[in-house]
């Protein structure tokens, strides 16, 4: 009897869906929009040709991130990007991880960047954006120089200081035994 009724709410759901248009197909154009590929890789395959600079990312920062991400990266309301370029460790509290100290490769700072901000308008940063304001916050991470240029060839060179994060923990045989994501 169970199953009948549910059997039948089903399909009512599914014939208000069709009436209401639920489930219209996504344009091409739409699709488009999202369609970030290739994925940027942390040896940089993936990456987009262009460069960017401490400067004007610092501009476009200004413009398009300290709103979320504080004046200087420092984190309010939503998380730090600039913290001391420490390693983690088991005391580290999750709201101190920032670029600096927790992000293993810059060409994944670059592809999340490209993929998911600025918040509500994920996907609308041009490459070149996107390189900017790389350069502008692993300066600000004291990570490298303002003048070095951040494009495909120098990006993954890159050594992020939580690099040796990645290394296995020889008790556990894990990677982060002792870490929890905020």
Same mark, same amino acid.
């Given at each position: 009897m169970f199953r009948r009724a549910l059997l039948a709410l089903a399909l009512a759901g599914l014939a208000v869906g069709a009436r209401y248009q639920l489930g219209t197909p996504i344009t091409e154009e739409l699709a488009a929009q999202y369609d970030l590929r290739p994925v940027v890789l942390p040896d940089g395959r993936g990456l987009p040709p262009g460069e960017g600079k401490v400067a004007e990312g610092e501009r476009i920062y200004a #413009?398009?991130?300290?709103s979320c991400h504080g004046a200087r990266g420092e984190g309010y309301p939503f998380n730090r990007l600039v913290s001391e370029p420490f *390693?983690?460790?088991p005391d580290t509290e999750p709201v101190e991880y !920032?670029?600096?100290? $927790?992000?293993? $490769? *810059? %060409? %994944?700072?670059?592809?999340y960047i &490209? &993929? !998911?901000m600025p918040f509500g308008q994920e996907g609308t940063l041009t490459d070149e954006e996107v390189y900017h304001l790389v350069a502008f916050l692993l300066y600000m991470n004291g990570i490298t120089e303002a003048d070095t240029p951040i494009n495909q060839k120098t990006l993954p060179t890159? &050594?992020?200081?939580a690099r #040796?994060?990645?290394d296995l923990d020889p008790e556990t045989k894990r990677r982060f035994p002792?870490?929890?994501l905020p």
């Open positions: #413009e398009k991130c300290a *390693p983690i460790t !920032a670029i600096g100290n $927790y992000w293993q $490769y *810059p %060409t %994944t700072l670059f592809d &490209r &993929r !998911a890159i &050594r992020m200081p #040796e994060l990645l002792w870490l929890t």
